[in-house]
């Protein structure tokens, strides 16, 4: 089965909204907080079964202070098997990033 990444950015959408909404930006708390996202969203692309696939997450959580933020991935890839996918969350005091990369292991 081929990576969804349509499939995927609806499930990242999810955790995020779920995780997040409502929450206060608490620094000691974001380390535990965003390996739950990441947790959760790679269990739920699990119940995808895209065999052959290697899944990697990457999350991002931050305080909102009026501040930019830039991101880069770079990854070595077939791009006829790999792809990726992202969104993004933001409420009035913190923001969450989350990435996808579904690499089809040969």
Known sequence: KSFLPGKVKEVITE???EKLTGVQ???????YL????ADEVKNRCKEFHF????IVVQAVIG????QGLQMA???????DTDDYTRD???NDN????AAVFGLYMY
């Open 63 to 66: 305080e909102t202070r009026g």
């Open 94 to 97: 913190m923001f969450g990033i």
């Open 88 to 90: 993004t969350f933001q």
């Open 15 to 17: 955790v995020l909204r």
């Open 51 to 54: 065999e052959r696939y290697k």
């Open 73 to 79: 991935a770079r990854c070595f890839w077939d791009k």
């Open 25 to 31: 930006y608490d620094g000691e708390q974001a380390p």
């Open 34 to 37: 965003v390996r739950e996202i």
